[in-house]
Protein backbone atom coordinates (compact mmCIF):
# COMPACT_ATOMS: atom_id res chain seq x y z
CA UNK A 1 0.00 0.00 0.00
CA UNK A 2 1.13 3.54 -1.30
CA UNK A 3 -0.27 6.26 1.06
CA UNK A 4 0.86 9.91 0.81
CA UNK A 5 0.77 11.79 3.65
CA UNK A 6 0.14 15.53 3.95
CA UNK A 7 0.80 17.66 6.95
CA UNK A 8 2.05 21.22 8.18
CA UNK A 9 5.51 20.08 8.85
CA UNK A 10 7.54 16.56 9.02
CA UNK A 11 9.16 17.05 12.52
CA UNK A 12 8.15 20.17 14.06
CA UNK A 13 4.56 19.95 16.19
CA UNK A 14 2.28 17.82 17.69
CA UNK A 15 0.52 16.92 14.29
CA UNK A 16 3.81 16.34 12.77
CA UNK A 17 5.13 13.75 15.69
CA UNK A 18 1.91 11.97 15.28
CA UNK A 19 2.20 11.86 11.42
CA UNK A 20 5.72 10.33 11.76
CA UNK A 21 4.89 8.01 14.51
CA UNK A 22 2.26 6.63 12.05
CA UNK A 23 4.24 6.40 9.03
CA UNK A 24 6.66 4.47 11.35
CA UNK A 25 4.55 1.91 12.43
CA UNK A 26 2.65 1.65 9.40
CA UNK A 27 5.94 0.86 7.80
CA UNK A 28 7.28 -1.14 10.67
CA UNK A 29 4.24 -3.62 11.13
CA UNK A 30 2.35 -3.19 7.76
CA UNK A 31 4.81 -2.73 5.45
CA UNK A 32 3.45 0.12 3.73
CA UNK A 33 5.17 2.64 1.34
CA UNK A 34 4.98 5.90 2.54
CA UNK A 35 5.60 9.23 1.65
CA UNK A 36 5.40 13.09 2.82
CA UNK A 37 4.63 16.16 1.32
CA UNK A 38 4.49 18.80 4.01
CA UNK A 39 4.64 22.79 4.07
CA UNK A 40 7.82 23.27 6.37
CA UNK A 41 10.61 20.27 6.09
CA UNK A 42 13.39 20.27 8.78
CA UNK A 43 14.68 16.95 8.08
CA UNK A 44 16.91 15.46 5.13
CA UNK A 45 14.32 12.61 4.28
CA UNK A 46 14.49 11.61 0.40
CA UNK A 47 10.55 10.29 1.22
CA UNK A 48 9.90 13.90 2.55
CA UNK A 49 8.78 16.95 0.22
CA UNK A 50 8.42 20.90 0.78
CA UNK A 51 5.89 22.80 -0.78
CA UNK A 52 7.74 25.77 -0.12
CA UNK A 53 11.15 25.64 -2.44
CA UNK A 54 12.01 28.63 -1.22
CA UNK A 55 12.59 31.55 1.06
CA UNK A 56 10.42 33.91 -1.69
CA UNK A 57 7.75 30.86 -1.58
CA UNK A 58 7.75 30.80 1.80
CA UNK A 59 7.29 34.84 2.33
CA UNK A 60 4.67 35.49 -0.30
CA UNK A 61 1.98 32.66 0.65
CA UNK A 62 3.14 33.38 4.46
CA UNK A 63 1.84 37.26 3.97
CA UNK A 64 -0.93 36.55 1.16
CA UNK A 65 -2.65 33.77 4.09
CA UNK A 66 -2.44 37.25 6.66
CA UNK A 67 -4.09 38.91 3.92
CA UNK A 68 -6.86 36.23 3.09
CA UNK A 69 -7.60 35.31 6.50
CA UNK A 70 -8.04 39.49 7.13
CA UNK A 71 -10.65 39.34 4.03
CA UNK A 72 -12.49 36.23 5.97
CA UNK A 73 -11.25 34.04 2.61
CA UNK A 74 -9.37 31.45 5.15
CA UNK A 75 -7.82 28.68 2.70
CA UNK A 76 -9.86 29.30 -0.15
CA UNK A 77 -6.79 29.92 -2.63
CA UNK A 78 -3.20 29.48 -2.20
CA UNK A 79 -0.41 31.08 -4.55
CA UNK A 80 2.25 28.18 -3.88
CA UNK A 81 1.90 25.11 -1.90
CA UNK A 82 -1.36 22.91 -3.34
CA UNK A 83 0.41 23.36 -6.99
CA UNK A 84 3.11 21.45 -5.17
CA UNK A 85 0.44 19.27 -3.55
CA UNK A 86 -1.24 18.41 -6.91
CA UNK A 87 2.13 17.56 -8.73
CA UNK A 88 3.04 14.87 -5.95
CA UNK A 89 -0.27 13.46 -6.21
CA UNK A 90 -0.07 12.80 -9.62
CA UNK A 91 3.44 12.13 -9.37
CA UNK A 92 3.07 9.51 -6.60
CA UNK A 93 -0.21 8.01 -7.52
CA UNK A 94 -0.86 7.16 -4.07
CA UNK A 95 -3.54 4.06 -2.48
CA UNK A 96 -4.53 6.46 0.29
CA UNK A 97 -3.92 10.15 1.27
CA UNK A 98 -3.35 10.67 5.19
CA UNK A 99 -4.25 13.87 5.65
CA UNK A 100 -3.48 16.11 9.14
CA UNK A 101 -3.13 19.43 10.27
CA UNK A 102 -4.28 21.65 7.32
CA UNK A 103 -3.83 24.93 9.02
CA UNK A 104 -1.09 27.21 8.93
CA UNK A 105 -1.73 28.67 5.11
CA UNK A 106 -0.26 25.81 2.81
CA UNK A 107 -3.65 23.59 2.10
CA UNK A 108 -6.63 25.25 0.15
CA UNK A 109 -9.72 23.88 1.67
CA UNK A 110 -11.72 23.00 -1.75
CA UNK A 111 -8.89 20.64 -2.56
CA UNK A 112 -10.10 17.84 -0.53
CA UNK A 113 -12.79 16.93 -3.14
CA UNK A 114 -10.44 17.11 -6.09
CA UNK A 115 -7.50 15.24 -3.71
CA UNK A 116 -10.52 12.43 -2.98
CA UNK A 117 -11.17 11.89 -6.45
CA UNK A 118 -7.41 10.26 -7.10
CA UNK A 119 -7.47 8.69 -3.87
CA UNK A 120 -9.80 7.92 -0.54
CA UNK A 121 -8.80 10.62 1.89
CA UNK A 122 -8.43 9.59 5.55
CA UNK A 123 -7.86 13.06 7.67
CA UNK A 124 -6.88 12.66 11.15
CA UNK A 125 -8.31 15.63 13.30
CA UNK A 126 -5.78 16.92 15.56
CA UNK A 127 -8.65 19.80 16.67
CA UNK A 128 -11.76 20.81 16.08
CA UNK A 129 -10.75 23.27 13.05
CA UNK A 130 -13.07 20.63 10.62
CA UNK A 131 -15.94 20.87 11.47
CA UNK A 132 -15.89 24.88 13.07
CA UNK A 133 -15.85 27.90 10.96
CA UNK A 134 -12.66 28.70 11.66
CA UNK A 135 -11.25 27.75 15.19
CA UNK A 136 -8.70 25.03 16.12
CA UNK A 137 -10.44 25.34 19.34
CA UNK A 138 -13.71 26.71 20.55
CA UNK A 139 -13.03 27.06 24.24
CA UNK A 140 -16.45 25.50 25.20
CA UNK A 141 -18.70 27.79 22.35
CA UNK A 142 -20.79 24.99 20.58
CA UNK A 143 -22.22 27.90 18.09
CA UNK A 144 -20.97 25.29 15.46
CA UNK A 145 -23.54 22.97 16.10
CA UNK A 146 -25.82 24.98 14.46
CA UNK A 147 -23.96 26.00 11.58
CA UNK A 148 -23.02 29.42 13.11
CA UNK A 149 -19.41 30.98 13.86
CA UNK A 150 -20.09 33.32 16.72
CA UNK A 151 -17.75 36.65 17.12
CA UNK A 152 -15.29 34.52 19.57
CA UNK A 153 -14.87 31.65 17.55
CA UNK A 154 -14.06 34.10 14.61
CA UNK A 155 -11.40 35.80 17.13
CA UNK A 156 -9.69 32.11 17.88
CA UNK A 157 -6.79 30.56 16.29
CA UNK A 158 -6.48 30.91 12.86
CA UNK A 159 -8.83 33.81 13.66
CA UNK A 160 -10.67 35.53 10.57
CA UNK A 161 -10.48 39.15 10.07
CA UNK A 162 -14.05 39.49 8.45
CA UNK A 163 -16.34 36.60 10.44
CA UNK A 164 -17.62 34.17 7.40
CA UNK A 165 -17.51 31.12 9.60
CA UNK A 166 -21.16 30.36 8.41
CA UNK A 167 -19.70 30.66 4.85
CA UNK A 168 -17.01 28.30 5.46
CA UNK A 169 -19.22 26.06 7.61
CA UNK A 170 -21.15 25.31 5.10
CA UNK A 171 -18.50 24.99 2.53
CA UNK A 172 -16.98 22.57 4.74
CA UNK A 173 -20.22 20.38 4.71
CA UNK A 174 -20.41 20.95 0.57
CA UNK A 175 -17.09 19.82 0.30
CA UNK A 176 -17.17 16.47 2.70
CA UNK A 177 -20.39 15.48 1.07
CA UNK A 178 -18.84 15.73 -2.41
CA UNK A 179 -15.26 13.77 -1.01
CA UNK A 180 -14.76 10.45 -0.85
CA UNK A 181 -13.19 10.92 2.65
CA UNK A 182 -13.54 9.78 6.56
CA UNK A 183 -11.84 11.04 9.75
CA UNK A 184 -10.18 9.98 12.68
CA UNK A 185 -9.56 11.74 16.45
CA UNK A 186 -6.88 10.12 18.35
CA UNK A 187 -8.77 11.38 21.52
CA UNK A 188 -12.75 10.19 22.28
CA UNK A 189 -13.21 13.68 23.65
CA UNK A 190 -12.54 14.74 20.09
CA UNK A 191 -14.75 11.72 18.83
CA UNK A 192 -17.64 12.62 20.90
CA UNK A 193 -17.84 16.47 20.02
CA UNK A 194 -17.44 15.53 16.07
CA UNK A 195 -20.60 12.79 15.49
CA UNK A 196 -22.71 15.87 16.82
CA UNK A 197 -21.02 17.95 13.99
CA UNK A 198 -23.96 19.03 10.89
CA UNK A 199 -20.94 18.97 8.78
CA UNK A 200 -19.75 16.13 9.10
CA UNK A 201 -23.48 14.54 8.93
CA UNK A 202 -23.28 11.50 7.26
CA UNK A 203 -19.56 11.04 7.14
CA UNK A 204 -17.62 8.63 8.70
CA UNK A 205 -15.90 9.08 12.01
CA UNK A 206 -13.82 6.78 14.35
CA UNK A 207 -11.16 6.94 16.90
CA UNK A 208 -8.12 5.78 17.07
CA UNK A 209 -5.56 6.45 19.80
CA UNK A 210 -1.93 8.03 19.22
CA UNK A 211 0.86 5.58 19.30
CA UNK A 212 4.16 5.59 20.12
CA UNK A 213 7.12 3.03 20.34
CA UNK A 214 6.70 1.76 24.01
CA UNK A 215 10.65 0.35 23.63
CA UNK A 216 11.92 4.04 23.11
CA UNK A 217 9.51 5.67 25.71
CA UNK A 218 10.11 3.49 28.12
CA UNK A 219 11.58 3.98 31.87
CA UNK A 220 15.50 4.38 32.66
CA UNK A 221 17.54 4.97 35.47
CA UNK A 222 16.68 8.28 37.16
CA UNK A 223 20.19 8.42 38.51
CA UNK A 224 21.35 8.19 35.64
CA UNK A 225 18.75 10.63 33.78
CA UNK A 226 20.04 13.22 36.23
CA UNK A 227 23.96 12.70 36.16
CA UNK A 228 23.49 12.83 31.93
CA UNK A 229 21.65 16.15 32.12
CA UNK A 230 23.35 17.44 35.64
CA UNK A 231 20.31 17.43 38.20
CA UNK A 232 21.20 16.26 41.67
CA UNK A 233 20.58 12.94 41.92
CA UNK A 234 18.23 13.53 44.84
CA UNK A 235 16.76 16.52 43.68
CA UNK A 236 12.93 17.49 43.89
CA UNK A 237 12.52 17.71 40.07
CA UNK A 238 9.55 18.63 37.66
CA UNK A 239 9.25 19.03 34.11
CA UNK A 240 7.58 21.18 31.73
CA UNK A 241 7.10 20.82 27.62
CA UNK A 242 6.23 22.72 25.00
CA UNK A 243 6.66 23.14 21.26
CA UNK A 244 6.82 26.78 21.66
CA UNK A 245 7.48 28.44 25.58
CA UNK A 246 7.08 32.05 24.32
CA UNK A 247 2.99 33.70 23.87
CA UNK A 248 1.38 30.12 24.10
CA UNK A 249 -1.82 30.47 24.05
CA UNK A 250 -2.54 26.61 24.73
CA UNK A 251 -0.05 25.19 26.83
CA UNK A 252 -0.12 27.13 30.24
CA UNK A 253 0.53 30.85 29.65
CA UNK A 254 0.23 33.08 32.64
CA UNK A 255 -1.32 30.03 34.40
CA UNK A 256 1.92 28.30 34.32
CA UNK A 257 3.62 31.23 35.99
CA UNK A 258 1.13 31.55 38.59
CA UNK A 259 1.33 28.10 39.24
CA UNK A 260 4.51 27.75 39.51
CA UNK A 261 4.66 30.78 41.76
CA UNK A 262 2.50 29.08 44.17
CA UNK A 263 4.57 25.65 43.78
CA UNK A 264 7.51 27.64 45.01
CA UNK A 265 5.91 28.99 48.12
CA UNK A 266 4.29 26.23 49.37
CA UNK A 267 7.95 23.89 48.74
CA UNK A 268 10.21 23.89 51.87
CA UNK A 269 12.99 22.94 49.90
CA UNK A 270 14.30 24.07 46.26
CA UNK A 271 12.69 22.36 43.05
CA UNK A 272 14.46 21.83 39.84
CA UNK A 273 12.44 22.95 36.87
CA UNK A 274 13.71 21.37 33.45
CA UNK A 275 12.25 23.21 30.74
CA UNK A 276 11.42 21.70 27.14
CA UNK A 277 10.59 24.14 23.94
CA UNK A 278 11.44 26.81 21.65
CA UNK A 279 12.27 30.18 22.91
CA UNK A 280 11.82 31.00 26.35
CA UNK A 281 8.83 32.15 29.64
CA UNK A 282 10.73 35.74 30.41
CA UNK A 283 9.30 34.95 34.32
CA UNK A 284 10.52 31.84 34.73
CA UNK A 285 13.89 33.44 35.49
CA UNK A 286 12.11 35.41 38.18
CA UNK A 287 10.55 32.65 39.96
CA UNK A 288 11.61 31.93 43.65
CA UNK A 289 12.91 28.61 45.38
CA UNK A 290 13.30 27.14 41.45
CA UNK A 291 16.76 25.89 39.86
CA UNK A 292 16.21 26.24 36.57
CA UNK A 293 17.51 23.50 33.58
CA UNK A 294 16.51 24.50 29.87
CA UNK A 295 16.90 21.57 27.23
CA UNK A 296 16.02 23.89 24.26
CA UNK A 297 13.53 21.96 21.48
CA UNK A 298 14.06 18.48 22.03
CA UNK A 299 13.19 16.50 18.62
CA UNK A 300 14.96 13.27 19.62
CA UNK A 301 13.06 10.47 20.86
CA UNK A 302 15.94 9.09 23.03
CA UNK A 303 16.92 12.60 24.43
CA UNK A 304 12.86 13.36 25.25
CA UNK A 305 13.10 9.90 27.27
CA UNK A 306 16.33 11.01 28.96
CA UNK A 307 14.51 14.14 29.78
CA UNK A 308 11.22 12.41 31.39
CA UNK A 309 12.64 9.91 33.20
CA UNK A 310 14.92 12.37 35.22
CA UNK A 311 11.61 14.30 36.01
CA UNK A 312 9.67 13.06 38.92
CA UNK A 313 6.54 14.56 38.09
CA UNK A 314 5.74 16.45 34.39
CA UNK A 315 3.19 19.81 35.02
CA UNK A 316 1.20 20.40 31.86
CA UNK A 317 -1.87 22.82 32.86
CA UNK A 318 -3.29 23.01 29.05
CA UNK A 319 -5.81 25.26 28.29
CA UNK A 320 -6.58 23.04 25.03
CA UNK A 321 -5.70 20.01 23.89
CA UNK A 322 -6.65 17.16 21.83
CA UNK A 323 -4.03 13.82 22.76
CA UNK A 324 -1.14 15.68 24.12
CA UNK A 325 2.07 13.94 22.89
CA UNK A 326 3.71 15.36 25.66
CA UNK A 327 1.25 12.95 28.34
CA UNK A 328 1.54 10.32 26.60
CA UNK A 329 5.36 10.05 26.43
CA UNK A 330 5.40 11.30 30.27
CA UNK A 331 3.58 8.02 31.34
CA UNK A 332 5.18 5.59 28.83
CA UNK A 333 8.03 6.42 30.68
CA UNK A 334 6.59 6.16 34.14
CA UNK A 335 6.55 9.83 34.40
CA UNK A 336 3.41 10.82 36.75
CA UNK A 337 1.97 13.69 35.30
CA UNK A 338 -0.58 16.95 36.40
CA UNK A 339 -3.01 18.44 34.28
CA UNK A 340 -6.38 19.94 33.61
CA UNK A 341 -9.53 17.88 33.03
CA UNK A 342 -9.20 19.60 29.30
CA UNK A 343 -10.20 18.05 26.12
CA UNK A 344 -8.50 14.31 25.84
CA UNK A 345 -5.86 15.03 28.86
CA UNK A 346 -7.78 13.14 31.14
CA UNK A 347 -8.36 9.86 28.22
CA UNK A 348 -4.41 9.63 29.42
CA UNK A 349 -4.06 10.90 33.27
CA UNK A 350 -6.59 8.99 35.17
CA UNK A 351 -6.37 10.46 38.64
CA UNK A 352 -4.06 8.57 41.11
CA UNK A 353 -3.45 5.66 38.51
CA UNK A 354 -0.85 7.91 35.81
CA UNK A 355 -0.83 11.15 37.88
CA UNK A 356 -3.46 13.76 39.14
CA UNK A 357 -6.35 14.96 37.07
CA UNK A 358 -7.65 18.80 38.24
CA UNK A 359 -10.08 20.69 37.69
CA UNK A 360 -10.22 23.29 35.07
CA UNK A 361 -8.89 25.69 36.26
CA UNK A 362 -8.30 25.46 39.64
CA UNK A 363 -4.27 26.73 40.11
CA UNK A 364 -4.74 26.69 43.82
CA UNK A 365 -5.50 23.01 43.73
CA UNK A 366 -2.95 21.96 41.32
CA UNK A 367 -0.10 23.97 43.14
CA UNK A 368 -1.20 21.84 46.55
CA UNK A 369 -1.64 18.21 44.19
CA UNK A 370 1.99 18.77 42.87
CA UNK A 371 3.36 19.57 46.06
CA UNK A 372 2.11 16.85 47.77
CA UNK A 373 2.56 14.64 45.32
CA UNK A 374 6.15 15.49 44.19
CA UNK A 375 7.39 15.11 48.12
CA UNK A 376 5.20 11.75 48.93
CA UNK A 377 8.39 9.22 46.87
CA UNK A 378 6.34 6.31 48.19
CA UNK A 379 3.37 7.39 46.06
CA UNK A 380 5.41 8.54 43.50
CA UNK A 381 6.67 4.87 42.46
CA UNK A 382 3.35 3.51 43.01
CA UNK A 383 1.92 5.89 39.93
CA UNK A 384 5.12 5.43 38.64
CA UNK A 385 4.85 1.91 37.69
CA UNK A 386 0.42 1.90 36.71
CA UNK A 387 1.49 5.11 34.42
CA UNK A 388 3.32 2.66 32.42
CA UNK A 389 0.63 -0.07 32.68
CA UNK A 390 -2.17 2.02 31.52
CA UNK A 391 0.33 3.47 28.93
CA UNK A 392 1.32 0.12 27.35
CA UNK A 393 -2.84 -0.91 27.40
CA UNK A 394 -3.57 2.24 25.21
CA UNK A 395 -0.71 3.44 23.78
CA UNK A 396 0.76 0.88 21.49
CA UNK A 397 2.65 2.30 18.09
CA UNK A 398 1.43 -1.63 16.96
CA UNK A 399 -1.59 -1.06 17.84
CA UNK A 400 -2.67 2.17 16.35
CA UNK A 401 -0.64 1.06 12.73
CA UNK A 402 -2.74 -2.05 12.79
CA UNK A 403 -6.21 -0.17 13.64
CA UNK A 404 -4.94 2.84 10.71
CA UNK A 405 -4.03 -0.30 8.20
CA UNK A 406 -7.31 -1.85 8.57
CA UNK A 407 -9.49 1.72 7.98
CA UNK A 408 -7.02 2.26 4.86
CA UNK A 409 -7.58 -1.17 3.64
CA UNK A 410 -11.34 -0.90 4.06
CA UNK A 411 -11.66 2.32 1.17
CA UNK A 412 -9.28 1.65 -1.34
Not at 34 to 56: E, I, L, M, W
Not at 67 to 93: C, D, M, T
Not at 261 to 268: E, N, R
Not at 304 to 331: G, I, W, Y
Request: one cysteine or more.
Amino acid sequence: MKILFINISDVIGGSAIAATRLGSGLEKYCHTDNYFVVRTKRSDKPNVFATRQNGFDQSFERWFNVFSNALGLQYQYLPVSPKIIRQKVKELKPDIISLHNTLGGYFETPMIAELSKQAPIVWTMHDMWTFTGNSAHTFGDESWKEMKNSRSNAKSFPALGINTGSFLLRQKKRIYAASNVSFVAPSKWLYNLAIQSPVLEGREVRHIFNGLDLEIFSPMDKARAREELNIPREAKTLMFSAEKLSKNIYKGGRDLIQILKLIGSMAKTEIHLLILGLGEIEEISELKNFRIHSAGYVQDEVKMRLCLSAADMLVFPTKADNLSNALVEAVSCGTPAITFDIGGCGEIIKDNISGRLIKPFDLNDFAEKTVRLLFDETRLQELSGSARAYAAENFSLKDMSRKYFELFSSHY
